[in-house]
């Protein structure tokens, strides 16, 4: 069975940093793209960053890009994202995803597998 389990979110001032992380276990995940998303109440999930199987080619949202890095470790089945500059407006459950190609894609629906969140508050 997938299981992926995010940690790392806590509560920040802003312009802090946050590194989280997304094990992966119950098989390799390392033919597939993966993505983080972030959610809050009311609100539709939205995409965040998200990169390929192999590591090589990466994609983030307008509102992170510069200040977010997505990585991916396939020997350790885990994939990162290093929160950097963070803002109040970063403020959201942050959900890793695995999708079902080498590929990835910016719609939640495209992803196969979630974790649970982990919260990342940003105070002003």
């Known amino acids: 069975q997938v299981q992926l389990v995010e940690s790392g979110g806590g509560l920040v001032q802003a312009g802090g940093s946050l590194r989280l992380s997304c094990a992966a276990s119950?098989?390799?995940?390392?033919?597939?793209?993966m993505a983080w998303f972030r959610q809050v109440p009311g609100k539709e999930r939205e995409f965040v960053a998200a990169?390929?199987?192999?590591?090589?080619?990466?994609h983030y949202a307008d509102s992170v890009k510069g200040r977010f890095t997505i990585s991916k470790d396939n020997a350790e089945n885990t994939v990162y994202l290093q929160m950097n500059s963070l803002k109040p407006e970063d403020t959201a459950v942050y959900y890793c995803?695995?999708?079902?190609?080498?590929?990835?894609?910016?719609?939640?629906?495209?992803?196969?597998?979630w974790g649970q969140g982990t919260q990342v508050t940003v105070s002003s």
């Open positions: 995803a695995v999708r079902q190609d080498r590929f990835y894609s910016v719609r939640p629906q495209n992803y196969d597998d």
């Open positions: 990169i390929t199987w192999n590591g090589r080619d990466t």
């Open positions: 119950g098989r390799t995940f390392s033919e597939n793209a």
